[in-house]
Every structure is written in C-alpha cells, then in structure tokens.
C-alpha cells in the first residue's frame, strides 16, 4: 500500500513537474499583425519547451471576449485604448504592458505607375475612390484622417472615402480595384521585404501620431512561465529583427 | 435616445428593406411559380441556387459580389458598359445583393402557397376560358394570398438584419451605405456598448414583433406557409 502510494506520489510529481515546464497558452492577437506573430511563434517555439496557440481578430471584439472571461494569457492589441480600458477595468496589470510594434502608414494602389508622389496625387483629387479603415475603430484609420488634416485635404476627399472596418477590409476594397488607392499598412503590401506591386506612397511619420501597438498581461496569466517566456522574446532582438522586416518599427 | 447616424442609418436601412422587398416580389414571383408548376430536368439545379445563401456564409456571397462587381467583375464591366460606373459603396449596389440574399425567404413562401393549391382551382379557371394572366390575378393571387403576405413580411425584415454582405460591399458611406447592423457593430467595436445597447434592443423588438404577427398572422389563417424554421 506504501509503496502504491509512492508510485502515485510520484507520478503525481512528474505530472505536475511536467505540465510546470512546458505549458501551453492561448494569446489574442490583432489580426494586422497576423503574419509577424505567425513568424515569432514559430521562432519561439524553436528555441522554447513552451507552446503558444493564437486567435487572431479585432482588437475590439477581444476586449468584449476578455471582459467575459476568455481564457487568454496575452493581449496583443492593434492599439493602446483598448490595453487601457483592460488595464481600467481591474482586468490586467498595468505594469506588464509594453509597445510591441509601431505601425507604418502607406498609400497604396492596385495600379502600377498611379502615382509616385501620393501628396501631390491626393490633391489632384484624379481618382474614384479612396479607402481607409474606419477612424472610430482602427488606429490605421485615425492615422490616415491625421494625414489628410495634415495635408489639408480632408473636405476635398470626403465624398471620395470608403471605409473598412478594418485595415483587412481596407486592403480588400483595394486589390480588388473597387477603389482606386487607400491607406494602409506597409506590413500589407510588403512580402519578403518590399512592396510587392502597384504604386506606393510611404506616408511621411510626421503627418500623423504615432500608431502604437501595445500589447499586455492578463490577470489570469499572472503567474504563467510561459507568458513570462514569450513576453521576454519579444523584448530579444531576434524578435524585433522579425518585426522589422514585416514592415513595423520596433521601439 | 437614438444619435443622428443612428437616425440615418434606421432611414436607410427601412429605405433598403422596401425597395428590395418590392423587387423581390416581382422577380421572385415568376421564379415560385416556374418552380411550383415545373417538371423540367433543371428544377432541382435552380432550387438549390436560390436556396443557397440559406446556408452560404454571408462574407462568401459578399466577397463574390465585390469581386464580380469591380471593375474587372462580369457585373462590373456591365455597369460601367451602361454608363452606371460599378456597384460596390453604393445604395443600389446593398440592393442588388440584398436581393442575392433574401430571394430564398421570398421564393420559399410563395412556391409552397402556390404547390399547396394544387392543380384543380387552375383547371377550373381554364374550363371557364380564363387566360394565364386573368387566372393568376384572379385565382391564384387571392387563393396564395398568406403565402404573398409571408413572402413580403420575411423578406423585408431579412433584408433589415442583413449585415455579412453589406460588410463586404458597403464601404460605411453615412447616408449611402452605413445600415443599422452596421452602425451596431461599430458601436461595439468602438467600446460604445451604450449606443449599442440602444440599437440592437430595438433590432430585437422589431424582429419580435414582425415574427410573432407572422405566427399569430398564420394561426388565423390555419395555414403554414412557411417551411422556414416554422
């Protein structure tokens, strides 16, 4: 009987041992930064015993899911309110909050040769319709309204705006040539490095706020090894090389 | 209680709702009787289109429209071939994919109303020399009348809760494009869950009261027209 207990014991230990040292989590990720995440977790599921699985969707629909309890150890949002509102909400600690990656913003058309100086094609107002992501919900799109005011062409182009609800849909609206050009992300139009096709226009950073990207701790990943693990590779440098090339600044 | 965008939207979502309603009855009316009265080989293949977006994802049907309506889609070279330029971030643009989506609601109705007439009350009309158009108007449309009334009602407050496709092809034009389920969404997307609330609550009441006056609507009759989930 003793030694039944021994074995139970020890298997007991073991189990517990194991499932310490290799654990698995579940981290929400804004689905702009879909294709770097998909590379960083690849890279740290190389070098760690630990797994992370990922659910990729808008920022917003994640802090409604988060406010009712999904089980998510990691929030990675397409921009700093929603981190802010979780963090007021008593639902994350403040402390373990970080800028994961600075956006960039370009203009961009399915067309090649449309345009090389985007500014001065703006204002020639030459065009049938120009995309953006909805201000009030992504950050890529108050970055493009910024842009606009800054270069005093919002009423001009107005009556010309469709939105996205995201930069996704944005995008969409654009490759499928419903609109002529839009804003939106660089990391979109790059692969492997550089803007695969049509006309381009990198939108000059001071034109708009800086569109920061934070990413937080949740409450129920508090004392998580495996969360702890990722979060200090994304601080690495391999990681923020991975970041770099899909077309983000790291800070 | 309601903001302006919510105004315009409910506007532009009823505005939506009946011209589609009104197109659907005119071109699903046709498409139910063929398909009630019909024996041909293609029966099943044209029941199985109008019945798709039953189960296709509203995102597949949207994506397709975008695509099709571009400026390189069939839909889209036709457009701009009549000099309308191309659908897509336009009214007419929801309508036309409005009446994708809501066909089978209108042509399910209509057709089992006029299958569950039988043959007798147009042999009727044919011995007493009535012609095809004489015998709808004056047989057929007052014999399947609950069959219309559902076809209309279900079609219309479908129309209203349509939000996937609009999605897809809309743009969020305030006035053109932004319909209530779109609003909704981004009320909720932007943490305004007040505004939300606000909305989707009446959403809700609208759905239950034209629901339940179908149902009560159809005990009165004794008929069940609709296979519908009813």
Redesign the interface.
Known sequence: MRFLNLVLGLILCLFFSLSASAERITIAVASNFTAPMKSLVAAFEQTSKHKVRVAYG?S??F??QIKQGAPFALFFSADQ??VS?LIAQGLADEKSRFTYAVGRLVLWSNRDNLFLDGQHFLATDNY??L?LA?P??APYGSAALEVLSSLGLLQQSKAK?????NIA?TY??IH????ELGFVALSQVMRTGKVAHGSYWQVPSQLHQPIKQDAIVLNSAKNSAAAKAFISFMHSKAAKQIIAQYGYEHV | MFSEADLSAIWLTLKLATIVTILLMIIGTPIAWWLARTHSPFKGVISTLVALPLVLPPTVLG?YL??A????GFIGQFTQALGL??L??TFWGLVVASIFYSMPFVVQPIQNAIESLGKRPLEAAATLRAGPWDSFFNVVLPLAKPGFITAAILGFAHTVGEFGVI??IG???PDETRVVSVQI??H????DYAQAHVLSLSMIAFAFIVLFSLYWFQGKRGVKVMKLGG
């Open positions: 808008s917003g629909k802090y409604a309110a929603k509102a049938n319709k995309a909805n009030r919900l705006w469709v939105q996205g609800e849909q969409q609206f499928s040539g419903n609109a | 994506f975008l695509l309506m571009g400026p390189n330029g191309t897509p971030f999605l897809m743009g969020n034009i969404y981004d909720v997307e932007a943490l």
